[in-house]
């Protein structure tokens, strides 16, 4: 069996945690590019220079691209054969996390209590799945998720009559509701099936694949890209500043479900869509 | 495209009322940091009879909470929050002489029409700007409210922030228009 080390995951978590801010994704800075090049407005093609400006500095001066440097988020694939040693899983991330944000300079951004909002100083406790998954590595794939985009997320019990079409609209009603407060160009995660929490894990889940790169189920490629033309024909464009570039992806997961039900739930995330992985 | 140059405090009212939905501006002086839970004390304050930790008036306040500043940078990263969550207290603020806001996102139409009562103006910047936009402060005091650490009230010098002209005197709100021009 093999053996991961409690400060050996602290201090992947801790890196991960500054990387993830400081170092715009690869999937992302393509992105931008690609957006820059066909963006119809002009105030939107700005405002895509302008992000891609930001990312440089970020990523040479080592300082968070944005100050909102999130809520950390993590989905951990534990195999069932690794054995972590040191103490537990859950210590090892908020240590990290503690760690990264201290010694990077990062927000801290939550509140101990949503009624009381004390802020708790060290930006934990962190969010955390973890899935048990055969073999015996251990995976951590972290996000920083920024509030704007999280606050403007939806979910609804749709009816199984309501069909694609409802589905469609749903998800398209939510990233006009969420018009410039989401930071478009988002990256639109979308979960379908399950129930009422399975749907939106696996909208978040979504968020975590590489910018570009569509499911590898061939019917729910075709719906991403179906998704994906309709939401850049409605006209918010980055910022909201007008434009062809609302989305710079999205991204469907699909679960069994009851045979009343449809859920579906839109996590956004925002143009930065800050997610790294570590196999330890 | 050029951008209008803006300085602040505001002197006339002149200066706010050419500005239309849609320009693109440079802003230049002086100018307070204020979000959530900073809002939330001030308007508490009021209703308890005491005054602003700073005058209001003719000032514009920036929604942002920066990241801590690295040793020897004078601010961390400082780009704009999503202004919505202060529009219950916005209203208050622009009766009391406050002139202008910069941040991202909707307002509601109590703000939107406190904006036009009042002569102000609000300024969207680029969200997730942030690294870039923080090499515009020049200069960062502590105000008010130090505890609460990110969310302080700091007053800060600012040279050429850039920003757009959402909400105009007019009622006129950009996101509203740019959407028009490009939904298909």
């Known amino acids: ?280 | 495209m050029s951008r209008i140059k803006i300085d602040v405090p505001f002197k006339n009212e002149s200066e706010i009322t050419s500005l239309n939905a849609g320009d693109q501006v440079s802003i230049w002086g002086t100018i307070y940091t204020a979000r959530d839970a900073a809002h939330k004390r001030m308007v508490e304050h009021l209703e308890a009879g005491k005054e602003l930790p700073f005058d209001i008036k003719n000032q514009v306040i920036y929604y942002v909470g920066p990241t801590p500043a690295k040793p020897g940078a004078v601010v961390g990263s400082a780009g704009p929050t999503t202004s919505t969550r202060m529009d219950k207290y916005t209203p208050t603020l622009l009766d009391l002489g406050l002139k202008g806001m910069i941040g991202k996102g909707y307002r509601n139409q109590d703000v939107v029409d406190s904006i036009k009562v009042n002569k102000a103006v609000y300024f969207g910047a680029v969200g997730g700007s942030a690294a870039l936009i923080s090499r515009a402060i020049k200069k960062v005091e502590m105000v008010a409210f130090e505890d609460l650490g990110t969310e302080a009230i700091r007053k800060i010098e600012i040279e050429d922030f850039p920003a757009v002209v959402i909400n105009d005197i007019e009622g006129n709100d950009w996101y509203k228009m740019a959407v028009e021009e490009y939904c298909k």
Do not use: W
């Open chain 1, 1 to 280: 069996m093999k053996e991961v080390h409690y400060q050996d995951i602290v201090n992947s978590v801790a890196s991960m945690c500054q990387d993830a801010n400081y170092e715009l994704g690869e999937d992302v800075m393509n992105a931008f590019k690609n957006a820059a090049k066909q963006e119809v407005s002009f105030m939107g093609k700005e405002v895509l220079n302008q992000l891609i400006e930001n990312a440089n500095i970020a990523s040479s001066d080592r300082v968070p691209m944005c100050q909102d440097t999130g809520v950390s988020v993590f989905i951990v694939e534990l195999g069932q054969d690794c054995h972590i040693v040191g103490g537990s899983l859950y210590d090892a991330i908020n240590e990290g996390v503690r760690n990264g944000y201290e010694e990077g300079y990062l927000r801290y951004s939550i509140v101990d209590d949503p009624i009381h909002r004390k802020n708790t100083g060290d930006n934990t406790p962190s969010v955390v799945h973890i899935e048990l998954v055969p073999g015996d590595d251990l995976v951590i794939h972290m996000s920083a998720k920024g509030g704007g985009a999280e606050n403007m997320s939806r979910l609804q019990m749709l009816k199984p009559s309501d069909g694609l079409e409802g589905i469609k609209n749903f998800i398209l009603e939510t990233v006009q509701i969420a018009g410039p407060n989401a930071c478009p160009p988002l990256v639109v995660g979308v979960g379908i099936g399950g129930n009422f929490e399975i749907c939106a894990y696996l909208a978040k889940k979504s968020l975590f694949r590489p910018v570009g790169e569509r499911s590898d189920q061939q019917h729910v490629a075709k719906l991403e890209e179906e998704i994906m033309n309709d939401v850049n024909k409605l006209g918010i464009g980055p910022q909201g500043m007008g434009g062809s570039t609302t989305a710079l992806d999205v991204k469907v997961e699909l679960a069994p479900t009851h045979i009343a039900a449809l859920p579906v739930a839109v996590n956004l995330n925002c143009h930065a869509s800050r997610h790294k992985k570590a196999i330890l």
